[in-house]
T-cell receptor, first 114, second 110 residues
Framework: DGGITQSPKYLFRKEGQNVTLSCEQN?????MYWYRQDPGQGLRLIYY???????QKGDIAEGYSVSREKKESFPLTVTSAQKNPTAFYLC?????????????FGDGTRLSIL | DAKTTQPTSMDCAEGRAANLPCNHS???????VYWYRQIHSQGPQYIIH???NNETNEMASLIITEDRKSSTLILPHATLRDTAVYYC???????????FGKGTRLHILP
C-alpha cells in the first residue's frame, strides 16, 4: 500500500546527542514536511521541501536539520542545540504546494529525553 | 493562529450521523477548507477538503455555506472508530503549512 512510513515509533535521546528521525514515502509526492506537536497543542512546521535537494525553514527550525537527497526520503535530525526536543514529530507529504492538494501524514515518532 | 472556531467537544450516538460545525468567518477567496482527524497517538488523517462547492467522498461529506463563512463535516453513520479530535483548517492556496487549532473532540456513544 502507498503511504508514509516514520521510524522509529519511539526514540530516546541522551543529553548532547544528535538523533535522526526517518520519513519515507512511496506516494511519488514532490513535497514533504516535518511538524512538531506538543501535548494539547497544534502542529508547528519545522522544515519543508518542495523538490529534491531543496528545503526551507519553517516556523521553528532552530536546533533541527534536514536533507532531501531522494524524492522518497526526508530525514530530520534533532541536534543537541534543540534544548526542548521532547515532542511528537510528524512527517507529511503532498503532490505539490497548491491549496487543493492535501498533506498526508505518517504515524509519528515520539521523542523523549533520557 | 488558527482561523477557525469549533466546539470543544461533541457526542454522537453510534449509527447516527455526526455533524461537526466550523466557523471561518474571515476566510478569503483563495482559501480552502480542510478537515483532518487525529486519533490518540497517531498522525492526523486527511478526511476531505473543498473550496466553494459541497464535497463527498467515501469517508464524509463537506457542506460549505454559500457565503463560505462556515462549514459542516458530516460522518453519515458514525462508528466507535470515529472517536477522535476533528480539525477544521483554512488553508491559503500555495501555503506550505497547515495550522491546526484545538479541534472538536468527538465521542461516539455505543
Amino acid at each position: 500500500d502507498g503511504g508514509i512510513t516514520q521510524s522509529p515509533k519511539y526514540l530516546f535521546r541522551k543529553e548532547g546527542q544528535n538523533v535522526t528521525l526517518s520519513c519515507e514515502q512511496n506516494l511519488n509526492h514532490d513535497a514533504m514536511y516535518w511538524y512538531r506537536q506538543d501535548p494539547g497543542q497544534g502542529l508547528r512546521l519545522i522544515y519543508y521541501s518542495q523538490i529534491v535537494n531543496d528545503f526551507q525553514k519553517g516556523d521553528i527550525a532552530e536546533g533541527y536539520s534536514v536533507s532531501r537527497e531522494k524524492k522518497e526520503s526526508f530525514p530530520l535530525t534533532v541536534t543537541s542545540a534543540q534544548k526542548n526536543p521532547t515532542a511528537f514529530y510528524l512527517c507529511a507529504s503532498s503532490i505539490g504546494r497548491a491549496g487543493g492538494q492535501p498533506q498526508h501524514f505518517g504515524d509519528g515518532t515520539r521523542l523523549s529525553i533520557l | 493562529d488558527a482561523k477557525t472556531t469549533q466546539p470543544t467537544s461533541m457526542d454522537c450516538a453510534e449509527g447516527r450521523a455526526a455533524n461537526l460545525p466550523c466557523n471561518h468567518s474571515t476566510i478569503s477567496g483563495n482559501e480552502y477548507v480542510y478537515w483532518y482527524r487525529q486519533i490518540h497517538s497517531q498522525g492526523p488523517q486527511y478526511i476531505i477538503h473543498g473550496l466553494k462547492n459541497n464535497e463527498t467522498n467515501e469517508m464524509a461529506s463537506l457542506i460549505i455555506t454559500e457565503d463560505r463563512k462556515s462549514s459542516t463535516l458530516i460522518l453519515p453513520h458514525a462508528t466507535l472508530r470515529d472517536t477522535a479530535v476533528y480539525y477544521c483548517i483554512v488553508r491559503p492556496n500555495r501555503d506550505d503549512k497547515i495550522i491546526f487549532g484545538k479541534g472538536t473532540r468527538l465521542h461516539i456513544l455505543p
